[in-house]
């Protein structure tokens, strides 16, 4: 188990280095996902069922955590190359940041690369990590009204995943509003509702995936 | 409906401006809790809940979010004191902005005020309000691990309150575990498992407010 540890870098050259590392990574013909949420909203359950899934690419995954290891270990358990970084108590990952985890976790030979950031629905949505994707995740449980409450992060965002489905019936959620309420910040959003544990929606989200990824030139 | 606009206050010497504020809301007989969780865990429901079931007691409620006014009308609606306070990005309340906000809600003839913090389990944790309690919220859904991933957080609170525990048979959340990794970070910390929807474990959680109120000394 490979753990980094970062630091932040100097942000007001980050737009800048997020642009780079964006260019770069269209060169090496490597997608990168920055996969954002909130804790506990099931970004490694989904990443753990895509990988099994999309089983014919090379996926690896970039762990953002303020602390412990546990998320890096299970993507590792299904055979993915996975790298933990530690944001220094940092509750987001910058383009340096991401420069550097990419480095230390390797890209040669990868088709796509989901940095799962540090989980939080703020800070995340404020910096530009040089991924060609920004996909938010907001679950079921936490409630329809999310985008009232963190606007930024649903502008942000090129997709959004509405995740644990199959938790629908248990609260009280209502799923047109909160897709109204997403469209109304962000009208270009794509959004997957999905159950990772039922695999309902889970196509949708891999097909939107595989047509984003980028043409090996090289 | 009230809204503040505030700014963040300079952090070297928050650790002193909360001891003072802690102090004064002493004198004054005001017991001040924050309450902190990530997104959707139900912290609104919950209060909701909480100033019903007291309702011998003048509650008030100082709503932290980046933007929206949600929260602070659904407190309102209830007869309850509300403010709310944006805090320009901001993803903490430190002690000179709950100042600022106790100020613009009025304290006086007040018994409990609950400062309802911003959504997110890592900046609120680093920062002394001033509260003479800090209570966090982890809801049911967002899973067992979450000690491992946010130490600080667990380390820093007086109580943990384990959330939407009706959505227990839906989700595989261990319990047992959950506070076993809890106490392991802060052996102190009181465990009160609860659902705000059925009011089951309402009760100890209430007593345990009802123990920690501060006599008017004036």
Redesign the interface.
Known sequence: MKVIELKETVTASNDRDAEALREELNLRGVLLVNLMS???AGKTTLLSRTIRDLSDLKIAVLEA????T?DAETIEALGARAIQAHTD?M?HMDAGMTRAGLEALGTEQTDLVFLEN??????PA?FDTGAQLRVMIL?I???D??P?????MFRESDALILS?L??LP??DFDLDKCIQRAKRLNPKIQVFPLSAKTGEGMAAWEAWLRENLIRKTV
């Open positions: 909130g804790p506990g955590d303020l602390d412990a546990v108590g509750c540090v989980g939080n629905l703020i800070c404020e679950s449980p936490e409630g009204d999310k009232l409450k963190y606007p930024l644990k199959d938790a248990y609260f």
